[in-house]
């Protein structure tokens, strides 16, 4: 009887014992859906022994660490409890995970570190779980994430690191949440995203990477929303809120030419890789052109450097296949390595009084150099000045400004005092430097006025006769011509 009481309480235990939450070791491995399973430390993921199928991920598993699943490649889904406590996604967490295609993050993850699902090529979706508090998203995380389509990038991000979704070339939708608080976007965090058209940069945005958009050829326009005080976009171009630096075109833009903003002073890394234009217009005030800034811009068959520009990047023109003339308007710049590869049998066209370049006929970075940008002088003969220019060898002149004198009407330029007037685009026969003269008249120019008006008139009333009212036509045809004196 004495020990009655003992076995009640063993009793107890047993019956409400066994009602209490199942807890596990402080080390534990959890098996994979087919075959394999993973290690857990500390309420820390270590690492996986060739799991295949489905890895289910405990609730009380606070962190994965680095390269836990790294070349899990026969892992095709990760589930996580309801109530995970997951906050942190390592390095290289699931790195070559090939045949994973989808992942729900759990809300309480702040963090995803870097490589942390590169090179998993069959991952079509990532979905972050309601009330997410994500914060970054680290270097190449996404990396070649081949299958990816779209992803919405929770609110609370604020930096997406270099390189990020690199080569997700199916991306053709990137959503920042409402109330995004962005900050910073890497270098290269978009590069060889080929599927993706269009993309709004937050307002809070006060940081981009350099060449963010290289070689998205199907975008067509970058947006910047109201109220970001760095950033502007114009004609879905994107600049510096100054506009002196030019960020990115969009390569996938139909327009066939472009004329770069007056004021803008630098093209950046990569701003006009493998755009589609045709032609290209580079305001005098820019003085430096970035790596590989025309790289591939394979339709573009001649180039007009500004006197200003000091410095021409690495591959800066690179496979422009089409580019057969560069017009150097001013003393060599300094270029950099391979700037015109597999640029084939073009020719460098400089000033004779340059400096800094290779004798007439030598090799400038693949080019041909020859005499090919002329001065263009303007003699208004007694009007207003007008400042002088440049032409360029093969380019027609355009109409220039007109001068305007007191008493007299402009008649047009010609090539010498007494000459015949000019028709633009004018191109000259013998490539030298030009004197246009201007041409006055002493009255208004020619005009030759006919006015021809015709008018038929048939009437015909009945009553107890029949009156016929004849039919008449005025003609009236006069013909005005005025012979100016012309002022040479």
Known sequence: MRYRPVLLLLLILCVFGSAAPITHASTYTVSCSISGNFLVVDNVLKQHNDCVGDATIPAGVTSIQSSAFSNAIELTSVTFEVGSLLTTIGDSAFDGAYNLTGITIPAGVTSIGEYAFNDTYSLAEVTFAPGSQLVSIGRRAFDDAQSLTAIVIPAGVTSIEDLTFSAAIKLASVTFAAGSQLTSIGYHAFEDCFALTSISIPATVTAIGIA?????????????????????????????????????????????????????????????????????????????????????????????????????????????????????????????????????????????????????????????????????????????????????????????????????????????????????????????????????????????????????????????????????????????????????
């Open 212 to 488: 963010p958009f290289a070689s998205t050829r199907a975008l067509t326009a970058i947006s910047v929303q109201n109220g970001n005080t760095n950033y502007v976009s114009v004609d879905g171009v994107l600049f510096n809120k100054s506009k002196t630096q030019l960020i990115a075109y969009p390569a996938g833009k139909t327009a066939t030419s472009y004329t770069i903003p007056a004021g803008v002073k630098s093209i950046n890394k990569h701003a006009f890789s493998y755009a589609g234009l045709t032609g290209i217009t580079i305001p005098p005030d820019v003085t430096s052109i970035g790596d590989y800034a025309f790289f591939y811009a394979s339709g573009l068959t001649s180039i007009s450097i500004p006197a200003k520009v000091t410095t021409i990047g690495q591959l800066a023109f690179a496979r422009m296949s089409s580019l057969k003339r560069v017009y150097f308007l001013g003393n060599k710049p300094v270029i950099g390595s391979d700037a015109f590869f597999d640029v084939i049998a073009a020719t460098a066209y400089i000033r004779s009084v340059a400096t800094g370049f290779p004798v007439v006929g030598a090799d400038l970075a693949g080019l041909t150099v020859r005499v090919g940008v002329y001065n263009l002088i303007f003699d208004t003969n007694g009007g207003t000045s007008l400042s002088s220019g440049l032409w360029l060898r093969d380019v027609a002149i355009t109409a220039p400004k007109s001068p305007t004198r007191a008493s007299f009407y402009f008649a047009g330029w010609s090539t010498s005092k007494s000459g015949s007037t000019l028709a633009f685009p004018y191109l000259p026969g013998t490539p030298r430097d030009l004197t246009l003269y201007a041409k006055w008249t002493t009255s208004a120019p020619t005009r030759t006025a006919t006015r021809t008006p015709t008018r038929t008139a048939t009437r015909t009333k009945t009553r107890t006769a029949t009156v016929r009212v004849p039919t008449s036509t005025i003609t009236v045809s006069p013909s005005v011509t005025n012979t100016p004196t012309v002022i040479p």
